[in-house]
């Protein structure tokens, strides 16, 4: 089994930063991409960030400027760096990895439990 905790959420003035943290204990030969989901009240999961095990990032349009996704592959971790935080940012920040597991090409999804974001006006 493979556990991705999240961490750095909280909450923050409008046009501050935070740093999530997403972090991969378990049983793991390798992390394929690796994104930041987000999901607000009401509203559809967002697909926020990926990340490529090569590093290869990409962004959704809406924080594309703002928000940087980077990895360390030798700590199974990856790092989303938000800033210029608006109040549409808010929601419950999620962590998904594809893992490849007990044999080479064999990969199975994993999501965290989530970390709350709040932008106050």
């Known amino acids: 089994q493979v556990q991705l905790v999240e961490s750095g959420g909280g909450l923050v003035q409008a046009g501050g930063s935070l740093r999530l943290s997403c972090a991969a204990s378990?049983?793991?030969?390798?992390?394929?991409?690796i994104e930041w989901y987000r999901q607000a009240p009401g509203k559809q999961r967002e697909l926020v960030a990926t990340?490529?095990?090569?590093?290869?990032?990409k962004y959704a349009d809406s924080v594309k400027g703002r928000f940087t996704i980077s990895r360390d592959n030798a700590k199974n971790t990856v790092v989303l760096q938000t800033s210029s935080l608006k109040p549409e940012d808010t929601a419950v920040y999620l962590c998904?990895?594809?893992?490849?597991?007990?044999?080479?090409?064999?990969?199975?999804?994993?999501w965290g439990q989530g970390t709350q974001v709040t932008v106050s006006s």
């Open positions: 990340i490529t095990s090569g590093g290869i990032a």
């Open positions: 998904h990895a594809d893992v490849e597991q007990y044999y080479r090409g064999r990969y199975f999804s994993y």
């Open positions: 378990g049983t793991i030969i390798s992390i394929g991409d």
